[in-house]
Every structure is written in C-alpha cells, then in structure tokens.
C-alpha cells in the first residue's frame, strides 16, 4: 500500500477504487471544515478537485491547497449546472437545506449516471430534550418523525435520494457531531470549539440543563475516508450516518474543565441562556438535544472502518487551544 502525507495526515491512494485516478470532482463548500478536509482528502486519494468558493481570497486559499477554485455562490444555479456537467462527480458539502442547489444538482445529472453526494447532519434526529438523556437510538433503517426545524433537511434529503430513479448514483451522507483538525482552510469544527470558548469566558464548561443529553459523533479524518467509499462504490439512493461513538454534553464539558484546570464540576444553564450565545436553533437542536445515530449501513455495505481516537481522546490530545 503507498500512502502520501498531507498536513500531517495519511491517506492511501491504494483506496481510489473503481471511480479511477485523475477523476475530477466539484466540491461546495470548498473553504468549509466538511468540504475542505473531503476535499483534501481526495486529492490525496489521485483526485482532481474543483471547489465552489466566494471571494478571490478564498479562492487564492484553496487554490494554495491543490483546489481549482470556481467563483460562485450557492445560489448561482448556472454554475452548479455548467460544474456538474463539466465534472464526475458532485459532492455538496455547503448548506444542508438548500433546496435549490440541491434541485439543481438532480436535475443536471439526471441520465448520467454521476455520484451525487448530498451532506445532511444528524441533527435531523434531534429532540427537545433541554438536556435530559433520551434512549431512543437510530440506524439507516429506523423511521422517524424530525421536529418542524429540521423537516426542510429532511425534504431535501429525500428530494437528493429520489434522484436514484432518474440515472445518478445520489446519496445523502448525514454526520453526527465531528471533532479533530481539519485538513482546509477552516481546520475548526463548531460544536466542541463552542463549548470550549464559553468556558474559557466563564472559567468553567457549560452545558444545557443536566447536560445527560447524548451526541454520537465521528472524527473528521473517518468521515473523509467515508466520503471516498461512498464516491467510490455507494448504491444509489443510499443513505449513510457517519458516528464512531457518542458522548453526554456533560461528559465533553468535563473533559473541557479537566483540560484547561477549571475547578469544579461543569455548570448548567437554560436553553434560553443557551440560545443567546448559540442562536435559537443550535441551542434546541444540536447543544441541548439527543442524536443517537449508529452508522449500520455505512460499515455493512461499504465496510467502512473508522479508527481515529474518540472524542474524550481527541480532545485530550489536542491539549487548549
């Protein structure tokens, strides 16, 4: 097996599978934590990468990262057209909700046969829990009821996996929580870093109500090593979690105090006091909620492996930042 080094991350480029070397790939999203580390992870596997960018100075950045930068928002339907006809594969790694890019992308690549991977986000499981655990626990195969804030991903999911019927290889690709470094030009993830910026504000880790709720999460380096399996030989009309563990709110936040010497135990605090930090939506559907999700199908069908170090470990690791 060969295996190339980036940013002090190793990809094997034995994993290119039957998609091919040299196979050019439009990213959105490029820039982002998401789209910039699958991004870099695929150049890494042989790929040519194009990526949605919308400034000149995002797209000297990505361009600096192997990246052949397109100048474009999500919104210009044109673009994303003329990028999915010109390339061989779509990965839209921007906005979960956007129904429009997503209609576009469909339509553009319908009769070609093309991969078409859609980024969701587990948080279409999440409840109102205001920080209590919930054992309700989900896989590919488990139906459920999304609340009314994240009906739109969920619609737009479902619009990307009926495109199987008309001649692409569409598949929705839905992360738990993600941690560690990425590999773009925004290396941070958005939950975790949060939580540690509030404690560094306060001296002290804060979490919503008891803080029992539960998150599954993944490493960054395992999801992009997800993206490439899927790209390489998912079904279409698949739908893949990506999670390699979970964690209590309480138990990341205590790891935070641990990690900086924060005495005492990690404090609580309302969704309403949450919400003015985080925003409304973050506060009731991602740092007070449950989203117990197990990645079943990714591992079975693809035979997805995930083998970075768990959250706490991470962390850990990494060291204040």
Known sequence: MVSDTVDGWQAHSSDLGTIGNQVKIFVTGASGYIGGSVAAGLINRGHQICGLVRSDARAEQVRQRGIEPVLGQLSDLEVLA???????????????????????????????????????????????????????????DTAFTPLPGRAPRVAVNQLVLDGASQNLRSVVIAPTLIYGRGHGVNPSSIQVPWLIELAKQKNCAHHIGPGENIWANVHIDDLVDLYALALEKAPAGAFYYAENGENSMREICQTI???????????????????????????????????????????????WSPSQPSLLEDLTATGPI
């Open 82 to 140: 003329r990028m999915a006809s010109e390339c061989d594969a779509v990965i839209n790694a921007a906005n979960a909700e956007d129904r429009a890019s997503a209609e576009t992308f469909v339509k553009a690549l319908a009769g070609s046969g093309k991969a078409f991977l859609q980024t969701s986000g587990s948080s279409v499981l999440a409840d109102l829990s205001e920080g209590k655990q919930s054992d309700a626990v989900y896989d590919e």
């Open 257 to 303: 105090n641990n990690l900086y010497r924060f005495s005492g135990t990690p404090q609580s605090m309302t969704v309403a006091e949450a919400a003015k930090i985080w925003g409304e939506g973050a506060a009731n559907y991602t740092m007070g909620s449950n989203s117990r999700a197990r990645a079943k199908r990714a591992r079975q069908e693809l035979g």
